[in-house]
């Protein structure tokens, strides 16, 4: 499966017209509600992912009861559900039919999932499990995935997956310019090492050059198709080492040169996928990239405080990407560091769609766009349940916070290319 | 009209704010402005150090720092600012040539040498840097001392642990009062190299000081014993030193909560308190032995009561101390006749909350000897929740279920910790469950329990439970035999525990016991490595008791023998 054109239905009750599902029989069927009343929000995802993986359908009920879904009745179903701790509630043909209604009548829609996308997660061979958010939520989920690095990119390897997923990883090449900060760390050192090694065997000079190659296959990736969701530093270092291309933006300890003094002025972001304008820092000591991060957490004065982000209401029957992406049982979610925390508005390209922002600040948090014939979607922070994160902090334990509103939206976007190609009306 | 200039002051304020928001190239435009105006105005040329380099402009603080340095040359900090402005421009020479015309003006002062290493290391020019303090150190005359500090650091900063704790050894052979700042910047030593950190600290010669330094690291780093050791070898003569280095010790002692840390502070306060006059001695003493007593060593807290005992001058407040403390020494080490004789002798001496603590010690002292007519005696006047309890046991002890309810009641649920009244809980259920209100049989083999012989117990229960009915607490008894053998650990045991959870999960039932037993068998093959065994065994659980409240528990535990949630 490669994406599935999400072309917007201009009114109401199209879809039944064009998809009629098992569920329109008065077949029973099991509601997996996603408000408060739910008993595992994260992993009701997987519990509707294994549904579609195996090859039944299933809707997904927006703006209903948080996002719930609509599953088949089956005992094996029931079973994966006691199983996972999800609250799912048997529900008979009729109640189907006033659930329709409701969803009718109201800023709500149903959306089929069809097929379970094919998941990769960017990171490197060494990483643990437990180092980003998003393969954190995919193994409690139950949710399968692959880990791939930068060789499976650079020998257009994407093209196997449905959806790909980038945590912290630095596109710029710099190890996230931790390199003087963390000196001597073994950790580091690895880092360095295994890059390095990877760059020579690619037969890219340095590594900076090998990042920015494969910044380039992904977004190419994105352009036939995919879907990438990015969270942390690797949405704002990807558009910057697309749009250096050519240029050197990487400090003498990561090529051996230092940062083009003119960095700022020759970069392309036509190339980019989100972000326009922005400026560089031009400091190697100082654990920042750009001012693309409104919050600039390891830039001492500049560090900006925590706060809360609020989700958009978006129009479920006109823009269902965007209400697909946004479904949670909060609204307002308290802030998360990351290395980039949040997108400063004024650097965001025209036409990017805004799904959260802060009241009131200037930056935003989680964005989305198309680019080619895929989507993309940049979250910003590290880790929803782990605000101050510090490297060296113990792993995130997913099952003391089943109902993450945070996390809910990682694993928003893993099952929204899930989602049933849709014809325009007109 | 014309609009007043703003003061210096305004306008430098303006530059630091400009700073703050990212907007370096505007903020040194101020900064510029205002050593138009004043050519010497440090905070402007500290601020241009900041921002130059970003704006990738740094050679333009050249010409005003040398300005400035010409109109103040006894300024040090414009010295070392010049010194800085060459190292980031690369200008080693440079650097060199400025740093020598400085120290040739103030020949005494180590501050060239220090600002000229430190400009090197910030570079990451660490022997370059080396060298400088070694030339300061020659050309001063001061021998190890000098510049000591700043070579301690400069070896810390590559990593050299060992090398950075020879120059503090230095630092604090002359001044006492640098120990805990030595001790505080070593303390961060990466585990591997600590212990050849401790041995550069404490050769055969090390200063009494250099060793005090080591005693303090071993101890920051878990190792009280050791720590307590070298330290008490480098005790000189009383001193005013050797009573503050004894407090300081006994005080980093008592953030070291392992058995070893109270020790070593009992041990250091004991010495203390030879020290220092009374009343403050004689405390000192008396919280010496609980700390003693807290570390297990009782043998030291003994001779340590016996100091108090002798001390004619030692406070009401203390003595009761000790006397309940050397009781507590009486009851672990199984005096218990010598105890209770003292316990009545003792009268109003001790409080009513210490007499109480005491005779309930004793009580289940006896206990753990089998002595329950003597322990259920020594409780008989003892109305307290903490009594009830206790007689609670001594009455299930003797096979006395209801009386045994009925003490569990009436004490409630917040007698003694909170691990005690949850296990009355439990035992309260069980109990609940055996429909006779007396089984001298399930008494004996609790008592066993009781006593220290699991494995006594297990066979016990079991045989308690082989003539229970099924709905009769049979399951319930099976349990708590199938858990003692699970703790217990090794294959016989292991095997006798899945056995038995076996047996309660085909018996079935409503009760809590199968799932119980369940979640139970599932920790045992996890413990064996027999994570897939654990996994049907947790589902079959799951999907079987839905509403059972050891669910939430299972799922965990499901997830963890998944491996899909970490290990905690």
Known sequence: MRRRDFVRVTSAGMMGAFFPSFHHSLVPSLLIPMDDSQSDHLKAYGLAYRVIDAGLKAEWLLNYQGGAFLLPDAESIRRDAALSGVRADPVDGGRVTAIRGEIEANNMDAVPLEKAPKVAVYAPPNAAPWDDAVTMALQYAGIPFTKIWDPEVVSGGLKDFDWLHLHHEDFTGQYSKFFLIYSGMPWLADMVQRNADTARRLGFATVPDLKKAVARGIHDYVANGGFLFAMCTATETIDLALAAHGVDIAATFADGTPMDPQADAKLDWSQTFAFTGAHLEPNPLVATFSDIDGHQVNAGPRRQPLGAFKLFNFSAKIDPVPTMLVQDHRQVIPDFYGLTTSFVRARLKPGVTVLADEEGAPWVKYVHGDLGKGTWTFFGGHDPEDPQHQIGDPPTDLSLHPHSPGYRLILNNVLFPAAKKRELKT | ??????????????????????????????????????????????????????????????????????????????????????????????????????????????????????????????????????????????????????????????????????????????????????????????????????????????????????????????????????????????????????????????????????????????????????????????????????????????????????????????????????????????????????????????????????????????????????????????????????????????????????????????????????????????????????????????????RGDSAGAVTALRRVAANLEPGGGRSDVLLLAGQLAARLGGAPNEATAIAVFDEIVRAGGSGAAPPAAELEWARVLVRQGRAAEAVQRLEHLILSYPGSAFIPEARRDLERARGVIPKS
């Open chain 2, 1 to 450: 009209m014309v609009m007043a200039a703003p003061a210096f002051g305004q306008a430098i304020g303006q530059g630091f704010e400009l700073e703050r928001g990212g907007r370096y190239a505007d903020a040194a435009a101020v900064y510029l402005t205002t050593l138009r105006s004043d050519p010497a105005n440090l905070p402007a040329l500290l601020g241009l150090e900041r921002v130059l380099p970003i704006l990738s402009r740094l050679p333009e603080l050249l010409p005003l720092v040398q300005r400035a340095r010409a109109a103040v040359p006894e300024n040090g900090t414009l010295r070392a600012l010049e010194l800085r402005v060459y190292a980031q421009m690369n200008e080693p020479d440079s650097l060199e040539a400025a740093a020598r015309r400085w120290a040739a003006v103030a020949p005494r002062s180590d501050a060239p040498y220090r600002e000229w290493a430190l400009a090197l290391a910030d570079r990451r020019m660490f022997d370059d840097a080396r060298r400088v303090l070694l030339l300061g150190r020659r050309t001063l005359g001061g021998g190890t001392t000098v510049l000591a500090i700043e070579s301690a650091e400069l070896e810390q900063r590559v990593e050299n642990w060992e090398g950075a704790a020879r120059e503090w050894g230095h630092v604090v052979a002359l001044a006492a009062d640098m120990i805990p700042q030595a001790s505080s910047q070593l303390s961060d030593t990466p585990a591997p190299q600590r212990a050849r950190v401790v041995a550069a600290l404490s050769p055969p010669d090390a200063a009494p000081r250099t060793q005090r330094l080591a005693a303090e690291l071993l101890l920051g780093w878990g190792q009280a014993a050791e720590g307590w050791r070298l330290f008490e070898q480098s005790l000189g003569a009383p001193s005013a030193e050797t009573a503050t280095a004894l407090r300081r010790f006994a005080d980093l002692a008592g953030a070291v909560a392992t058995p070893a840390g109270h020790r070593v502070r009992g041990l250091a306060l004991a010495r203390w308190a030879d020290l220092v006059p009374s009343p403050l001695a004689e405390r000192a003493r008396a919280e010496a032995v609980r700390e003693l007593l807290d570390g297990g060593d009782r043998a030291g807290a003994r001779a340590a009561l016996e100091r108090l005992a002798a001390d004619s001058l030692a406070p009401a407040d203390a003595k009761a101390m000790a006397e309940a403390a050397l009781l507590e020494v009486l009851i672990a080490d199984g005096q218990l006749d010598a105890a209770e004789r003292r316990l009545a002798a003792a009268g109003v001496a001790l409080g009513g909350d210490d007499r109480a603590g005491l005779r309930l010690q004793l009580a289940r002292a006896r206990v753990t000897r089998g002595e329950l007519d003597r322990a259920a005696k020594l409780l008989s006047g003892d109305s307290s929740v903490a009594a009830l309890a206790e007689q609670g046991w001594i009455a299930l002890y003797r096979g006395d279920l209801r009386g045994a309810t009925e003490a569990f009641r009436a004490a409630g649920p917040y007698a003694g910790e909170r691990a005690a009244a949850t296990e009355r809980t439990a035992m309260l259920a069980l109990v609940q469950q055996v429909p006779a209100d007396s089984l001298p049989a399930l008494g004996a083999a609790l008592l066993t329990l009781a």
